[in-house]
């Protein structure tokens, strides 16, 4: 059946190309013994956790994490261990921001076999594509859709649609693959999109996805859709 190929793959962005969780452990382990350098009085694996939680409460893209746990810690924002956070961070942050393994290979391979590549991240934009630009991702893709871009978060399935549009694809002919069975395979599936999850970026302990197919090594992809596209 002709209009069964496969002709797009979206993809999320953090813990599906890139290891966001791990590059946010490392930087923020980097920041407290920064910090500490600095000369504030914490134990730091306590600080670990408490950073985490604020994280958690105000947002993972949140620029005044350290702000606020820094108020916590003295009463008030001392820009000396801010200043010393926050370089440590960036610091740490740039040099642990990695693609999974595969990924380029994946996106060559695919690129290779004309087919089209786009993005659909909750991230705000300028975040995500300094994340595409420093992993060099960005002459992949086609179309890149972030939270500004639509205004609205999956599974809303706005972002999805205009990531179609962008591609001029249909639903039938596109793969969604993300590690947020929610988020990614919900809001993908409901309209009529195929999905894959990326179960090697799994951060939820997630049983069961809901996906058409689980994936433990993105390459994974190029072999399904080779064989759904009947190149064996």
Known sequence: MENQKIKGVVF??????????????????SAIKGMIEAG????????????????EEIGWENQKVFDVFIEKQIGHVDNKFLAAGIVAYRRAREANLMVYPNVNKTLM???KSGIKLAVVSDAPS???????????????FDVVI???DSGERKPSAKPFKMALDGMGLKPEETIMIGDWP???VVGAKQ???????????????????????????????????????GGG
């Open 12 to 29: 999320d962005l953090d813990n599906t190309l890139l290891d966001f969780m791990k590059m946010k452990e490392f930087a923020v382990k």
């Open 40 to 55: 504030l009085l914490v134990d730091e694996e306590l600080s670990y956790n408490e950073i985490i939680a604020i994280y």
């Open 109 to 111: 391979s695919l690129a």
């Open 126 to 140: 300028r975040e995500a594509w300094m994340r595409i630009y420093y992993l060099n991702l960005y002459h992949f």
């Open 146 to 148: 972030t939270h500004d």
């Open 182 to 184: 929610e988020r990614d």
């Open 191 to 229: 309209i009529g999109m195929k999905t894959a999850f990326a179960r090697y970026g799994d951060t939820f302990g997630t049983i069961n996805s809901g996906a058409d197919w689980e994936i433990n090594d993105i390459y994974q992809l190029v072999v399904i859709i080779n064989e759904l596209n």
